[in-house]
């Protein structure tokens, strides 16, 4: 199971016992979630130290910087993924990004809908 929480999940959550296989985090917000037990700790933000990252504001690319465990087993290898035409600031939807990246077949462009 994949957890996904954004800043409010998060403050939602703080000191809550739960327990998943992923849990795709703001890089600011992963060390007040002790609660939380998860397999792997995938962090999203704008810091160079989250696992996903932008590396460029103006024309978004969705920048993978480590290795992530994906819920099937597999893995998304570090790369650089241009993002289309988006309805919202890339920056919002790095949660929903990070989602979508991690529930794509690897067969497929993750973000050419």
């Known amino acids: 199971m994949v957890l996904a929480l954004t800043e409010t999940g998060c403050g939602l959550l703080e000191g809550d016992a739960v327990s998943c296989r992923l849990l795709l985090v703001p890089g600011d917000c ?3 979630l ?3 037990q998860a397999e792997a ?3 999203y933000g704008l810091s160079p130290r989250d696992s996903l990252t932008l590396s460029s504001l103006t024309e978004p690319l969705l920048c993978v910087q480590r290795a992530l465990p994906r819920p099937d087993g597999g893995t998304v290898d ?3 993924l241009p993002l289309p035409p988006l309805p919202a600031p890339a920056a ?3 949660p929903i990004l990070g989602l979508r990246l991690l529930q794509m077949p690897l067969t497929e462009k993750p973000f050419s809908w």
């Open 78 to 80: 570090p790369q650089e």
């Open 30 to 32: 992963a060390a007040r």
């Open 41 to 43: 700790v995938i962090t």
């Open 92 to 94: 919002e939807l790095l």
């Open 34 to 36: 002790a609660g939380i």
